[in-house]
């Protein structure tokens, strides 16, 4: 008689319980996949809209600080203009109220008074008395206006004067120390009459505003915890620009009232980066690109930009922050559940493979079983099967049709002895 088909290892290299096994990863896997797809997606989405709303939050916190310190130097000039007013009959003191309007504030730079031309006869064609903070924090006064300085001739002046009421300049480079940008805010000097008579100027350093910022930077990149400004991929930064785009606050202060936003948003490929810089320049406040289908780049990096503008100024303070890094978190929460399913289909695939293997040993020792009845050996046992259930049953009709085919050779044994003898 012929080997069972059992003895071949070829014919059945692939084994029920490995397809089964298979399957049931297989399967598995497409219904975790799916799930996890969406619940990344959601989760994802509710990560960056928190971050969104986070980002917004610390806009507010640094808008307001912006307008506070703007505010300290305003408030500085206005409580002071009455005073000088008041005193507009007695010159020498002026220089006193000048120092006096720098010591009491912190945040104004330097402060003065410009008259208008031989409004003190006796004290010459031009009368200015000054103060001014040092880098010591000493004040030191003095006079400005000489035969190589005369202030009535300066095109900023004049047209100060044609201001009724009091307003921020346009930011310059200061007179006495030539890199350092200041903004100055003028408010006219009345007399009895009502008559303008000059101007009080008080100099803000924007290097303040500057240097404010730049503290406030580790509440933007807070989210990332990338604390180094090489860091390009992650690290977020901040800036100020004017009405026309120019740079008043930014992380490389060579920009500063020398560089544009608009000249650096015409090298990007598209035209999203100017049009943000209009949104800006408008005084509108707004996230940029407010959506997935978008995208901003700027100088080379793919930014979001959120900015707002700053009150009673035409500034607008902006933060740009990489976009990766507000979607890190998403993109981290992403490689955690994948792997976890991949962690967790292992467990299944190990398991499962055991599982199977063990449930279908006993049909493998029945298949041994019924090859050993095949080759004439019905006496064979049978496997013992604990469990109740269909491998039981295959297992009892196995019996059933072994104990047949003994009682069946039996009888065709006797039939064959009867036949011999007759």
Known sequence: MKDSVLNDPKKYKHSFASRLTWRIVLTTMLIMGVATYFIIRVASGTMVLESVISYNDVMDTST????????????????????VEAHLDRPDALRNIMKDVVAL????????????????PQKGRWFAPYARR????????????????????????????????GFWSKPYFDCVEPDL????????????????????????????LREKLAALEPSINRRTGSVDPGDTLLHAYSFIIDGQGTY?????????????????????????????????????RGTFPANDEQEL????????????????????????????????????????????????????????????RRAVRPLRTLAQTAGEVAQGKFDTPLP????????????DSFEEMQQSLKQYIRQLQETTALDRKS
């Open 297 to 356: 780049r700027l100088e080379g990096h793919t930014v979001t930009l959120f900015f707002a503008p700053l009150k009673d100024v035409d500034w607008t303070l902006a933060f740009a922050v990489p976009t990766l890094s507000i979607n890190l978190l998403g993109y981290i929460l992403g490689a955690i559940l994948f792997g976890m399913i991949f962690i967790a289909m292992l467990v299944v695939f190990f398991m499962g493979r055991f599982g199977v």
């Open 134 to 165: 040092r880098p010591d924090g000493s004040i030191t006064t003095k006079m400005v206006g000489d035969t190589s300085n005369g202030y009535l001739q300066h095109e900023r002046f004049i047209a100060s004067l044609k201001s009724d009421s």
């Open 248 to 284: 008043l606050s930014h992380p490389d202060s060579t920009r500063i009232l020398r560089k544009n936003f608009f000249d650096y948003a015409r090298q990007s490929a598209d035209t999203l980066a100017t049009h943000v810089g209009h949104l800006m320049t408008s005084g509108q």
């Open 181 to 208: 940008p200041v903004v100055s805010y003028i408010i006219p000097v009345r007399d009895p009459d009502g008559e303008k008579v000059g101007l009080l100027i008080t100099d803000f350093s924007l290097n303040w």
């Open 105 to 120: 504030n912190p945040r104004i730079l330097a402060c003065g008074l410009c008259f208008v031309e031989n409004y003190y």
């Open 64 to 83: 307001e600080e912006m307008e506070r310190i703007l505010s300290d130097v305003y408030i500085g000039a206005v409580n002071n203009v009455s005073n």
């Open 384 to 395: 013992v099967i604990k469990t109740r259930d269909e491998v039981h049953l295959l297992r």
